[in-house]
């Protein structure tokens, strides 16, 4: 029994060693199989050098052409656009009609609509739009916020709010517009057009003007209420006043009309709110963060377009490549002709 045993360790051991040499041998056929193609696509390009060089500068040529009659340089700029009332398919199918009108030869249409001289219009390749922030982000917020609102026990619903609320997402409702133009000069003269295009929109124009009037309303009101403190705080002054010379003791409270106030800096800590609302309410009239503009165009002098040079090496190398191919075409051809004369 102890005698077999290291008869079958030593099977064992050159079964594996076998193994090991024989995937070491696939490696090594492998990359002679690498090798022997690359010395065969050089030797079938020193073999055929002068056909090789005649479609390169073929298309080193059309490349040349293409380039100074048919391509096109354009120019990419784009703004941020901010909305509470921007919805992705608001925003996408304005985007449609303003590239349909791009469509036209005149641009007449493109230039009434956004108020521009139709030489500026005719400048305008293309419209594009993406959702600065992606709905899956969105979503995935969402859902984050309602879990954490479940889990949370009632102890530490204070601190999951707090959480919840620095989960929220900034810019949203924010849009990326993106123009595609043939003159970057123009775009000091699209900025305002794009912004007054979609502030005209009915529906976002209507609620733009109704949260302006709730916001000046809420002011007046807030202004009026202030005004009634500021009289209640001239009647807390005379009463603290009557106090001081009265001199009473056992007593805290302060008679307003034969009716006690306990807390007067209570009036005080309500007027200092009624003023941080008013500023408040004054920023957001000023600002109007329901519609602003958070980066505007900026003319960029790069085209966006391919450069020559970059269209002369994308060239050289489809040239390159397609001689590869032909060559190859042309030798199957050779070997289906030579099989056919064979058969016959």
Known sequence: MDENKPRNQSSDEIDLSQVFKWIGNGFRNFGNSILKALAGLRSTFFENKTF????????????VLYSEFLNKKFYKTSMILSSDYFTRIAVESTIEKLNSLCGEAEREGL???????VTTAKNIIKFESKPFVSEEDIVEIEVLKEQLNNVAAADKKDVVKKVIT??????????RITLLISDPDVVKNLDSAIVSYFRSDEYIRRRIEITKSNLLQKKE???????RLDSLKSVLFRSFDNMAKQSKQGSNNVVLSEKPLTD??????QDLDFYNEIQSIDIRLYLQ????????FTAFKEPESASLLKILATSFLV????????????????????????AN
């Open 264 to 269: 007067p800096l209570s009036v005080f800590a």
């Open 111 to 117: 230039a009434i609509e956004l108020g521009i001289p």
């Open 319 to 342: 040239s390159w490549l397609a001689a590869y191919l032909i060559l190859g075409f042309w030798k199957f051809d050779r070997y289906l002709a030579k099989l056919s004369k064979e």
């Open 166 to 175: 620095r989960l929220g997402l900034d810019n949203k409702s924010a849009f």
């Open 289 to 296: 963060p329901d519609f602003e503009v958070i980066d505007g």
């Open 52 to 63: 090789f060089g005649i479609v390169i500068i073929a298309g080193l040529s059309l490349s």
């Open 221 to 227: 009101k807030l202004l009026h209420e202030s005004k």
